[in-house]
């Protein structure tokens, strides 16, 4: 017999056909999307792209123009936010600043009379890391200290859901990278559903085990991060998830589960498990730490088999955990290239003819219909 689900576990979130306009402008428009019970979810776009709108509607603080949404397999389209079994953690933690953090955490169980007030936000200060700091004031902690406050202060009223808006956008960037982790932890610790909105690609990577990247009102591609990364669909979410360079090609032909390309009469290969499309004319996708770099004198050496392209080095600038290469192609494009393997006594200068390659296997390939932003 099938254990039941354990009480503790976070709801899953569907939306169904959950859409938003203003007037006549679109803000989301009606997508499906399920947040599996558990996970680390990351709404990631560009500013207005939609994604608060979605996470709001999520919580009940925006009225969807279209679709419904189930937490946790119930109906909450026509509950209010406070009625819904999620809590929301905002950019600007709001905490109360005449109360004490213990009290921040404890007014949520005190609002709804309930007992054994002081060992439940105990542990939910413990589980922040802020127990020594029960008896300060909001202004005495520093702003991730503020935040996980916030979290503790939401978490208290065990939701099924968290969903936090940009919570670390106000942090510094040290500081906002501690916080990601100390997130993470929590929520792993906690196992309960978390919605996470961001612009930042890195923060989103960090934290999520999936991840909805969103575009103009629409979820443009939805994937484990590193799917992501790897295996783009769409020039948008190739260029928005780090750097990428696309190489225009036609394909003349295929061998070996790899689609031959031709580049301005350049040879290239990509696995056709790697293209999201059928198309003859494409973009060979690379990201620039998959090219290895070779002065032109030293290409003899380079195996067979390998996606090579001719050019010269245009601009080369140490920053220590790699070189960065802009290398302009034969065919009059520029291919950025990030070398791990050379210092400053080993970079090749502007104005030396190279020879780029990477493996095939590190392609991807895009439809070229599509435009480059
Ligand atoms: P940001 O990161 O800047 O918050 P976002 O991706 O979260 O961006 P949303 O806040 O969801 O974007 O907004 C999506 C679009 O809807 C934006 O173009 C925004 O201007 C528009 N919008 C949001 N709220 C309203 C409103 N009340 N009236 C009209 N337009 C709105």
């Given amino acids: 017999e099938q254990q039941p689900e354990a009480a ?21 428009q009606p997508l499906d999307l399920t947040v599996p019970q558990g996970s680390f979810f ?10 608060t709108t979605t996470l709001r509607m999520i919580a009940g603080l925006e009225e969807p123009t279209s679709g419904t949404v189930l937490i946790g397999g119930q109906d909450v389209t026509d509950l209010p936010p406070y009625k819904r079994p999620v809590n929301t953690v905002f950019q600007s933690y709001a905490l109360f600043p005449h109360l004490d953090i213990f009290e921040n955490v404890a007014f949520g169980l005190r609002r709804r009379g309930k007992k054994d007030v002081k060992k439940q936000v105990e542990d939910m200060l413990e589980l922040v890391e802020l127990g020594q ?5 909001p202004h005495q902690l520093s702003g991730g200290q503020q935040q996980r406050v916030a979290v503790a202060r939401a ?9 936090l808006d940009e919570p670390l956008g106000a942090l510094d ?3 906002r990278r501690q916080m990601q982790l100390e997130l993470k932890r929590i929520q792993t610790e906690v196992g309960i559903t978390f ?96 090219i290895t770099l070779a002065h032109a ?37 520029e291919i950025a ?37």
Avoid at 133 to 137: E, G, L, V
Avoid at 200 to 207: I, K, L, S
Avoid at 345 to 372: E, K, Y
């Fill in 195 to 290: 919605v996470h909105v961001t612009h930042d690609q890195e923060e989103a990577m960090t934290m999520a085990d999936t991840i909805a990247v969103m575009n103009a009102g629409r979820v443009e591609q939805l994937g484990a991060p590193a799917d992501l990364y790897e295996n783009p669909g769409t020039t948008f979410v190739a260029n928005f998830l780090g750097q990428s360079n696309l190489i225009a090609a036609e394909v003349t032909g295929s061998a070996d589960g790899d689609l031959l390309l031709s580049a301005d009469g350049v040879r290239l290969a990509v696995p056709k498990a790697r293209c999201a499309t059928e198309a003859k004319k494409v973009y060979l996708g690379v990201r620039p730490e998959k």
């Fill in 42 to 51: 990351a709404l990631l776009g560009a500013s207005g792209c939609g994604k």
């Fill in 155 to 163: 978490l208290i009223n065990h939701p099924q859901v968290l969903l």
């Fill in 297 to 333: 004198s030293a290409a003899a050496g380079i195996a067979e088999g390998r996606n090579r392209l001719t050019g010269t080095v245009v601009d080369s600038s140490f920053i220590g955990v790699s070189t960065q290469y802009v290398v302009r192609s034969a065919a009059g494009q």
């Fill in 133 to 137: 700091y029960a008896r300060r004031k």
């Fill in 337 to 373: 290239v990030f070398e791990q393997n050379m210092d400053r006594d080993t970079r090749i200068a502007a104005g030396a003819p190279v020879v780029l390659h990477w493996n095939p296997a590190h392609s991807f390939g895009l439809d070229a219909a599509q435009a480059i932003d």
């Fill in 173 to 175: 960037l040290k500081l």
């Fill in 8 to 28: 503790t576990a976070g709801g899953d979130v569907r939306l169904t056909g959950i859409g938003k306009t203003y007037g006549d402008f679109t803000a989301v």
